[in-house]
């Protein structure tokens, strides 16, 4: 594989915008760098799929803190999860390095649209701010992942239970599974199935989540790292560009309008997605 | 703390690292397998690889503090829950072939 130092320039340019626009949305990663490296870059799917893991990674790393310090992040839920979301992390990285490019661009363009919905009306990420959570069980005869945490915005301590724990694994093995094939955080899954069906208050699932994608992430790049499809020069620019990116873009989040960054975003995906299904149809573009 | 001492070394190998197979002025750029760390890989490739595999380590050194604090909670349930992910996260190294 051949990279020029032009090339490597773009790629971190590339790092640096997804990291931006992930920090200031919460939706991110995967769903520009693939399609970014396949379509503009001439990657093949497994190798775009192990650098956008990589970058995954150092997202999670270094917004994912925040969360943790604001005491937002459910620890114990995260890690029941986590068993299904890991399992799932290495099945997805399998498929995504056996299935044919045409069916995993398929699989893309599906989840581009779904992001892009989720996107275009807001059902993004949410960035609030947090409280203290109590990690004791919160009364007798409660479960052990219930807890409380106080809300700032709304000034009161917020009880929640966690319920449905089986089909929430049941649906974070499924986000593992994309993950892993497609290179992506995984996010827009895990939220809305915390929040929805587990009914975790939508700050806790955000929280959570994003505590989640970066183990999650590394169970598939690890897969991929074996299997030799990481590109340390393609993929090192990249990183560093996401790094920078996401530090920028907590900075910037709050003094600029999140709604036009959104329907922005929501109209590249929908583009891409369009891309990417005629790809999967075997018409090549681009 | 610990993650972002973790995020700062592994920037700084791959920065280093990147820096020197740009000024031997390579184009191509291999893939690699963790088991070639140490082997025929250039200086710089090697920097970055292991800057990389650093960042990858990351988020399981988080989940080895949350193991260590629930021992010290007697949290038996999580202590045993964290110990599965660590051991999937190993299988998912050796299933892939590194």
Do not use: C
């Amino acid at each position: 594989m051949h990279v020029t130092l032009l090339e490597l320039l773009a790629i971190t340019i590339l790092g640096l915008v997804s990291g931006t626009i992930g920090a200031i949305t919460g939706i991110g990663g995967g769903v520009i760098i693939v399609p970014a490296l396949v379509l503009a870059f001439g990657f093949d799917f497994p190798t775009a799929v192990a650098a956008s893991l990589a970058a995954v990674i150092a997202t999670s790393t270094t917004t994912g803190g925040a969360y943790v310090g604001e005491g937002l992040t459910n620890m114990r839920l995260a890690m029941t999860l986590e068993v299904a979301t890991t399992i799932g992390g290495i099945s997805g990285g399998f498929l995504g390095v056996l299935l044919p490019e045409r069916v995993l661009s398929g699989f893309f363009a599906v989840a581009m649209a779904v992001t892009a919905s989720l996107v275009a009306i807001g059902r993004t990420e949410h960035h609030g701010s947090g409280g203290q959570v109590d990690p004791e069980p919160i009364a007798p005869g409660s479960g052990a992942l219930d807890a409380r945490y106080f809300d700032v915005e709304a000034n009161r301590k917020v009880v929640y239970h966690v319920r449905r724990l089986p089909f929430g694994m049941g649906i974070s093995y499924g986000a593992g599974v994309v993950s892993g094939m497609l290179g992506v955080g995984g996010g827009f899954i895990k939220v809305p199935a915390m929040n929805l069906i587990m009914e975790v208050p939508i700050k806790v699932a955000a929280a959570t989540s994003n505590f989640m994608i970066g183990v999650t992430a590394v169970s598939s790049f690890l897969v991929y790292l074996g299997r030799g499809e990481v590109h340390p020069a393609a993929t090192t620019p990249l990183i560093l560009g996401t790094i920078a990116g996401g530090l920028m873009g907590t900075r910037l989040h709050g003094r600029i309008g999140d709604r036009p960054v959104q329907v922005t975003l929501a109209a590249i995906l929908v583009l891409v997605a369009l891309q990417m299904t005629l790809r999967a149809f075997g018409v090549g573009i681009g | 703390m610990l993650l972002r001492g973790s995020l700062a070394v592994s920037a700084a190998l791959m920065i280093v690292g990147l820096a020197i197979w740009i000024s031997s002025g390579r184009a191509s750029a291999p893939a690699v397998m963790p088991g070639r760390l140490f082997s025929r890989l250039d200086a710089g490739a090697r920097l970055m690889l292991a800057g990389i595999a650093l960042l990858s380590v990351t988020p399981a050194l988080r989940v080895v503090a949350l193991l260590l604090l629930w021992i010290r909670e007697r949290a038996w349930r999580f202590v045993a829950t964290s110990a599965v992910v660590l051991l999937l996260l190993a299988v998912a190294l050796l299933a892939g072939g590194g």
